[in-house]
Every structure is written in structure tokens, then in C-alpha cells.
T-cell receptor
Framework: KAGVTQTPRYLIKTRGQQVTLSCSPI?????VSWYQQTPGQGLQFLFE???????NKGNFPGRFSGRQFSNSRSEMNVSTLELGDSALYLC?????????????FGPGTRLTVT | AQSVTQLGSHVSVSEGALVLLRCNYS??????LFWYVQYPNQGLQLLLK??????LVKGINGFEAEFKKSETSFHLTKPSAHMSDAAEYFC??????????????FGTGTRLQVTL
């Protein structure tokens, strides 16, 4: 079974632009979560989607948004990019929205904002 | 609110020596606990998880962890370190409450160095 895939793997954007990142979960997984990883703040939860509905949201500004499609694929969007948005963005999928099920992570998208 | 504390941002061991990475958690309800490993330029790989079935959990690559409620700890161990174990390790907690349990709260990570 294929793992979680994320595209693109690397991205360079200019401050003020917007960006869309994509995540395809493991087949059969209906829950997709997004995390931001930076050297200063570590791993922080952005949001989770389950069956196309946002189930939980972290403490990030409204510039960060996401959505999930009927095939469970998910996208996250960051508008009006700031230098501090440079990070590794990780997507994770889970079989259901119950916490007993572990999350499987993709390789991440490395976003650099200049 | 749940939280995880990893003691020691860097741990160095000799190849063949015992690996011990420390994790303490804080949770208002029985937690689910996880250890993940991250190799350079890669995502997180699940090593093992605790979901209340057994206090001693065995994972991949020879790692294991013991859940100790009295100490609120979930330390990761491996009897004999291998060079390939060099990576960053993250402890994470998820509360066992439906509806709010979807997020993992991670520790700050411990970078393991293995020397010859």
C-alpha cells in the first residue's frame, strides 16, 4: 500500500504570494492532518480534516486554510506569505478520526519564503 | 491541556551501547502516546505507540518503551545502538477523548548521535 504523498516536495515563494500544498493520504484513510515544523517552534498542529469537514484547528492565523476532497485528498493554502512561514509542512493520514489510530506522515513540503 | 517534555535535546551514545531517550507527559485524561523518528530531509516514521493495551510496547528497529503512569513517563530504549539509529526522535501525546483527540502534541525532539 502506497504511503502518504505530498506535492511539491520543495517550493520557493516570495513574501506576499500565496501557496497551495497537496497531500494524498494512504488508501482507505479518511482523516488528514497538517503540521508545521520549524527549528524555533518545533512541530505544531495546523488542522485536521475528516470526511471533508475540518474537525480540529490549531492556533494559526486565518491566512492558513485547508480543505479536503471527497477522495480524501487534502490541500492547504497559505495566503500573503511571510518570512516566518518558511517551514517543513507535514501531512499525516489516519484510518479514522479516533486517536487510537496512529498517524502516518508524508515526506513533507519544504517551503522557503524569500 | 496535554503536553510532552523530552529531556535532553541531544544524546550521544557509542555504537552497541544502550539508548535511553526520555519523555514525560501531562494529560488530564488517559493518554495515547507515540514515538516517531525523523531522518534528515524526511517525514516522521512511527516507531511505536501506547494505547493502554500493555505498558511495555515493542516497536520497529529494536526499540521499545514502557508506560509508567506513576511517573507520567514513556521513555524510549534500545539495548544496542546502531549507526543507522542516528536521527531525531519525537515523543507525542494524543488524548483519548473523541472529538478533540485528533491532534498530536509533540515534544521538542531529541537528536541521537551514535559514535564508533
Amino acid at each position: 500500500k502506497a504511503g502518504v504523498t505530498q506535492t511539491p516536495r520543495y517550493l520557493i515563494k516570495t513574501r506576499g504570494q500565496q501557496v497551495t500544498l497537496s497531500c494524498s493520504p494512504i488508501s482507505g484513510h479518511r482523516s488528514v492532518s497538517w503540521y508545521q515544523q520549524t527549528p524555533g517552534q518545533g512541530l505544531q498542529f495546523l488542522f485536521e480534516y475528516f470526511s471533508e469537514t475540518q474537525r480540529n484547528k490549531g492556533n494559526f492565523p486565518g491566512r492558513f486554510s485547508g480543505r479536503q476532497f471527497s477522495n480524501s485528498r487534502s490541500e492547504m493554502n497559505v495566503s500573503t506569505l511571510e518570512l516566518g512561514d518558511s517551514a517543513l509542512y507535514l501531512c499525516a493520514s489516519r484510518h479514522s478520526d479516533r486517536s487510537v489510530y496512529e498517524q502516518y506522515f508524508g515526506p513533507g513540503t519544504r517551503l522557503t519564503v524569500t | 491541556a496535554q503536553s510532552v517534555t523530552q529531556l535532553g535535546s541531544h544524546v550521544s551514545v557509542s555504537e552497541g551501547a544502550l539508548v535511553l531517550l526520555r519523555c514525560n507527559y501531562s494529560s488530564s485524561v488517559p493518554p495515547y502516546l507515540f514515538w516517531y523518528v525523523q531522518y534528515p530531509n524526511q517525514g516522521l516514521q512511527l516507531l511505536l505507540k501506547y494505547t493502554s493495551a500493555a505498558t511495555l510496547v515493542k516497536g520497529i528497529n529494536g526499540f521499545e518503551a514502557e508506560f509508567k503512569k506513576s511517573e507520567t513517563s514513556f521513555h524510549l530504549t534500545k539495548p544496542s545502538a546502531h549507526m543507522s539509529d542516528a536521527a531525531e526522535y519525537f515523543c507525542a501525546v494524543s488524548e483519548s477523548v473523541s472529538g478533540t483527540a485528533s491532534k498530536l502534541t509533540f515534544g521538542t525532539g531529541t537528536r541521537l548521535q551514535v559514535t564508533l
